[in-house]
Every structure is written in structure tokens, then in C-alpha cells.
């Protein structure tokens, strides 16, 4: 990690000795420090240490991909039988090449006729994160709130939320009536523009500012939540993500966001 202060970069890796570096273009040491990452094999932080990164008080996520290993729509779509082709939808969408809004509708019409009983399948099996439940908990521990911001479907956010003790929820709501889905989704839905919405929603009820937020994601409809936050933060994410995001954790698991915000292992042991 790369901490700010005085004038002087402290430089302190695991296992290597921490030393001083004068200050430099931080655009240019970015862009240096983004080509080190770029295999996903090594992660590095490089932010102030402003009396903000230890007094974040709000952590919202994305739940695709972020929270959970894997889209659940892509799961729901398997059991439908048009998995490849909802796949490929999602992609793109997440590569910020179709408008989330217009490509979410197409794939949820295609999960027309799925019985209501395969998204109690889903829950099953679709696990959590690597470090998902040690970094909510530690959270938890240490006063913060936390929320989920997903274009995914809230009958996946509601077991995340009683598993894990999450605050808020906000997704979108899948239509099912006699027990099929119908392939229509309840309006709102809740999309990058709606997500950032979410979060100022939010931070404005808890009587935070938006520089006390942190947002985490991976797709493009993400980078409106990850652009308002105070620390936004591309986890696992696509390059174009990666590339507009502040900091980005690709190697660790997701309780290496714990490390950005001050809280070391032997802080969460004692």
C-alpha cells in the first residue's frame, strides 16, 4: 500500500521493507501501477492518508460477481435451458457495450416459464466471495453500514441481507405469478444511474457525507456508484472498470478491502 503523508510516499509491501519515495506524478504512477496489476497476480493501493480513509462509514455492493462468485441471472438461465444465450447478453452488458436497462429486459424475457422453484436452486449454489463474510462481519464490528446496490434480483439480496446482517437492499424484483416466472421484471429497475441514486439515498439517511462512502463493483453499471463514492472500488472487475475506478482489488479476496480502509490482520485478532 501506498500512503500519502507529508510529502513523502510510504511504500510498504508484505515481506519487503518499507521505504520512502519522493513525490511523484500521481497520474503517471497510476498508469505504472495499473500496468503491475494488469495479470491479476498482485494488487497495489495507492491513495492519501487523509482523515477519510479511516473514517468510512458506509460500504455498499454490487452482489453479481461481487458478493457472490457468479450473475445469477446467468444460473436462472441454465435452468431455463437459454443459458448461453442470456451469457452472452450479460457480458456485453457488463463490458459497457449494451445499455443495462434494454439488455436486462431481453434476458430476463427469456427465463419466461422458469417454475419459481429454481431460484431456491440458485441459492444453493451460488456461494459467497472469497472473504465476503470475514469483511461484513469485521464491518459490522466496527460500526459501519453496509448496503446492496444490484442490478440482480432481490430474491437473492434478501438471504445475503439475513446471512451476513447487511442494512440496506435495493434490486430488482423478478415478476412471478402462479408460480412462473413471466419474464418481466418490476419496475424500478435498478440500474448503474439508479445505483449511485441509491447510495447518495442512503448516505443522506445515515447522516453521512458521500466522502465517508465506499462503493464496490465489477461491471459497468457499476462506475456511477464507484465515481460517487468517496472510495470506489473495481473488485474483480473488466478492464474498462478497472481503468476508471480509484483503486482496484483483482488478486485478494474481498476482505482485502479491509487493508484501504486502515484495518490490519493484527488489529481484527486482537
Request: with cysteine.
Amino acid at each position: 500500500f501506498f500512503q500519502a503523508e507529508d510529502g513523502i510516499r510510504d511504500v510498504a509491501v508484505t515481506g519487503v521493507q518499507t521505504c520512502a519515495l519522493p513525490i511523484l506524478d500521481e497520474d503517471l504512477v497510476r498508469t505504472e501501477l495499473a500496468r503491475m496489476t494488469d495479470a491479476g497476480d498482485l494488487d497495489v493501493a495507492f491513495q492519501h492518508d487523509s482523515i477519510f480513509r479511516r473514517n468510512r462509514r458506509l460500504v455498499a455492493f454490487d452482489m453479481d460477481s461481487t458478493l457472490i462468485q457468479g450473475e445469477v441471472i446467468d444460473e436462472l438461465a441454465r435452468c431455463a435451458g437459454v443459458g448461453d444465450q442470456v451469457a452472452a447478453i450479460t457480458e456485453r452488458a457488463m463490458r459497457g457495450e449494451l445499455d443495462f436497462q434494454q439488455s436486462f429486459r431481453q434476458r430476463v424475457a427469456l427465463l419466461k416459464g422458469l417454475p419459481e422453484s429454481a431460484l431456491a436452486q440458485v441459492v444453493e449454489r451460488v456461494p459467497l466471495t472469497d472473504g465476503a463474510e470475514r469483511l461484513v462481519g469485521t464491518l459490522r464490528r466496527l460500526g459501519y453500514k453496509t448496503a446492496i446496490l444490484s442490478g440482480g434480483f432481490t430474491f437473492f439480496g434478501r438471504v445475503l441481507q439475513q446471512r451476513l446482517g447487511i442494512d440496506h437492499l435495493h434490486a430488482n424484483t423478478l415478476d412471478i405469478r402462479d408460480g412462473l416466472a413471466t419474464g418481466e421484471v418490476m419496475d424500478p429497475i435498478v440500474d448503474g444511474a439508479m445505483k449511485a441514486q441509491r447510495l447518495a439515498e442512503i448516505a443522506r439517511h445515515e447522516g453521512l457525507s458521500l466522502e465517508q462512502c465506499i462503493a464496490v463493483g465489477d461491471g459497468a453499471n457499476d462506475l456511477p456508484m464507484l465515481r460517487l463514492a468517496g472510495l470506489g472500488i473495481a473488485f474483480r472487475a473488466k478492464p474498462l472498470v478497472r481503468s476508471h475506478a480509484r483503486q482496484s482489488i483483482s488478486a485478494m479476496g474481498l476482505d482485502g478491502i479491509l487493508y484501504l480502509i486502515g484495518v490490519r490482520d493484527r488489529d481484527i485478532e486482537s
